[in-house]
């Protein structure tokens, strides 16, 4: 008998901003209170990025970029990132890592080449997803959109704290430059620029403690589900 059930699509909520902006600990804590899958896009961008160091292929080289990530061999387990089979998930925290990881999502074949591996993240319950076009590209039907701001001297303290935190050595000066560069090449290339998608709720988190963003994310979302119906 056919099911006269309507389909829902699985929930997606999505958190874009900068770089700093807290978005990987929003959306981390958020997807750990409702129980969602968690996509930490930049990761992959990140992941790809050590990879071509690896592989010894220039950052500007679009082409072998994408084939080297149509063959690459990515694992997440448990809040781990694996390059075959090998953990990584510190070093693809390094800001070079970052600053490669910015060049090489300026081209639109590798784009192209990351968006099957993120949507493949959508399953059931839900999943809740960080970047910079995770609401305007990759997940234009998410149920919530989020953008986070916050000041960039906000954005370099949090970053300076985790750092330090992980391990590398930081310097604000050099932070708040890097930042406002990765911001420009962010928000400037033609190929999915960092904006907040037109339907996006705004939060700034320069004065909000992580808790507070948290509760609003949540908070929306909740909001957002009363108006459709359960499943
Ligand atoms: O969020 P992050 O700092 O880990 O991301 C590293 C870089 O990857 C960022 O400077 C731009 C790129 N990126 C992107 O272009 N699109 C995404 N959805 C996520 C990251």
Do not use: C
Not at 56 to 73: F, G, N, T, V
């Amino acid at each position: 008998m056919k099911s006269t059930r309507p389909f829902y699509p699985t929930p997606v909520i999505t958190i874009d901003g900068p770089t700093a902006s807290g978005k990987g600990t929003v959306a981390a804590l958020v997807a750990a209170q409702l129980g969602f899958h968690l996509l930490d896009s930049g990761a992959l961008y990140r992941l790809a990025a050590l990879a071509s160091v690896r592989y010894a292929i220039a950052p500007d080289d679009a082409e072998s970029l994408a084939k080297l990530i149509d063959d690459l061999h990515i694992t997440f387990r448990e809040g781990l990132a694996q390059l075959d089979g090998v953990d990584v998930s510190n070093e693809i925290r390094a800001e070079e890592v970052g600053n490669r990881a910015s060049m090489i999502a300026a081209h639109p074949a590798v784009r192209t080449a990351l968006v099957a591996r993120q949507r493949a993240f959508r399953k059931l319950p839900g999943l809740v997803a960080d970047g910079r076009d995770m609401g305007t590209v990759i997940f234009p039907d998410a149920v919530l959109k989020v953008f986070l701001t916050a000041s960039v001297e906000a954005r370099a303290a949090r970053r300076h704290k985790q750092l330090i935190q992980k391990g590398f050595s930081a310097n604000m000066d050099d932070l708040l430059r890097d930042l406002r560069e990765r911001d420009a090449r962010d928000s400037n290339r033609a190929a999915a620029p960092l904006k907040p998608a037109a339907d996006a709720q705004l939060l700034d988190t320069s004065a909000l403690s992580v808790d507070q963003a948290v509760e609003q994310v949540v908070q929306w979302y909740q909001e957002s589900s009363q108006l459709r119906p359960a499943r």
